[in-house]
């Protein structure tokens, strides 16, 4: 048998399937969901019609959001078994907590044990309406809250920061929610989404394919990076001067740390849901009456060019955005879930309509073969 490697380390610039939902270009920044620019969508568009082009590769009607919007509200409840799967679990790690209830939502869908490429659309509709909820609610109790029902005329990124906080946010809030629900829903063949259609190319059901995707999204080169980059600003301190910011990330540099919320392994340049983060936390901190987190933000931003010229990254402005919403740090992670569920469950409904196992193969570097069997009171 001879086996070559096709690719550099971690599958670098390796073409692994062919898509119809998301075009990526990092040489010149450009992102955009089935030939949508991402900058019309973020400033025109809302989550909900994103979660509909994905799905369908189309915008929708005036009708065809109406129908959606009600498909969300009819789901966004969470089955009761699920908020007391949700009550027992011990605490910890927030997405444990939302990999483990994501799983445990397959077991309540009205479609369970039908895996059907006709169900498999339903599935996608209810489990983004639901996610929501489960995230949110899993922010409420946790902080000491109590659970909340949603409400059938507040949006979806509305109904999420309703449900968290108890109150009904105001419109900039739900506008920057929204906003990042749509930068983030989805990213071509990033390492979740590989996942989930990898998982999907075996043919298991469409909530198993999540949980791939949310146990992949988990890791802090992934989706963790968001809140490690809030733990960093929160270490160096609200109070620190700009010397404190520049002498600790110069200080990680130095020591070879990676500094979390920058690069990316596609884009040469911006990240362009960057430009719109880095806006949504001026525009919040200053609606605040607190700039500190986007002034710090701004000024490890400096640094990190200056040394590296390592741009920003979706994670890097996202941290302080959520962080001045008075969203905990333990969320942020989850939230990115909330959104890329959409990305997800669409890559996964074009993977079961032309689908073919994906089965790569590994380059052997182990001891030559054949070895020597020796028996074990021998060794
Ligand atoms: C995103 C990421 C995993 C991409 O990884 P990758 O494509 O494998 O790139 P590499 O880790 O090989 O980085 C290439 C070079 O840039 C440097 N680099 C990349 N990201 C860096 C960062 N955040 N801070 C400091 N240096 C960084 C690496 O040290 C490496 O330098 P070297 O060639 O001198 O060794 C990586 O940039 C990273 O770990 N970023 C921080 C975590 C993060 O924000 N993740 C969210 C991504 S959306």
């Known amino acids: 048998m001879t086996t070559s490697a096709t690719g550099g380390a971690g599958l670098e610039g390796v073409v692994a399937t062919s898509s119809k939902l998301c075009y990526l270009d990092g040489q010149r920044g450009v992102l955009a969901y089935c030939g949508h620019d991402i900058h019309d969508l973020a400033s025109q568009a809302t989550f909900e019609e ?11 009607t005036r009708a065809e959001l109406g129908d959606l919007q009600t498909e969300f509200a009819r789901a966004r409840q969470l089955p009761a078994g699920v908020v007391r799967l949700m009550r027992s679990l011990p605490p910890g790690h927030a997405m444990d907590a939302v990999r483990t209830l994501v799983s445990g939502l397959a ?17 996608s509709v209810r489990l983004t309406a639901q996610i929501g909820t489960l995230v949110a609610t899993l922010g409420r109790l946790s902080s000491g809250g109590g659970q909340i029902e ?24 739900t506008r920057a929610f929204d906003v990042a629900l749509t930068l983030h829903a989805d990213h071509e063949l990033n390492a979740s989404t590989f996942a989930a259609r990898v998982a999907a190319a075996t043919l298991t059901d469409l909530h198993s394919t999540v949980v791939a995707g949310v146990a992949t999204l988990k890791g802090p080169l992934h989706g963790g990076a968001n809140a490690e980059v809030m733990k960093m600003l929160l270490a160096i301190g609200e109070d620190a001067d700009d010397d404190r910011v520049e002498t600790t990330i110069r200080g990680m540099l130095a020591r070879k740390q990676k500094v979390p919320g920058f690069g990316h392994r596609v884009y040469r340049t911006e990240d ?22 986007f002034e710090m933000s701004q000024r490890i931003e400096a640094v990190m060019r200056e040394e590296t010229g390592i741009a920003a990254n979706v994670d890097f402005y996202s941290a302080s955005t959520y962080y001045t919403l008075g969203i905990a740090v333990d969320l942020f992670t989850p939230i990115f879930v909330v959104s890329r569920v959409a990305g997800w469950t669409a890559h996964v409904l074009e993977q079961y309509a032309n689908n073919r196992l994906i089965r790569p193969r ?14 074990l009171d021998r060794r």
């Open 50 to 60: 994103v979660c509909y082009l994905l799905w369908h590769r189309r915008l929708p």
């Open 107 to 123: 077991h309540y869908d009205p479609d369970a044990g039908d895996d059907s490429a006709g169900t498999a659309l339903r599935k």
């Open 150 to 173: 949603p409400d059938p005329v507040l949006s979806h990124a509305g109904n999420f920061l309703y449900l968290l906080t108890g109150e009904r946010p105001g419109g900039l809030a």
């Open 272 to 293: 362009p849901r960057a430009t719109h983060l880095r806006q949504m936390s001026s525009d919040l901190g200053e609606q605040a009456g607190n700039l500190r987190w």
């Open 362 to 375: 590994a380059e052997y570097t182990g001891p030559e073969y054949p070895q020597t069997f020796l028996p």
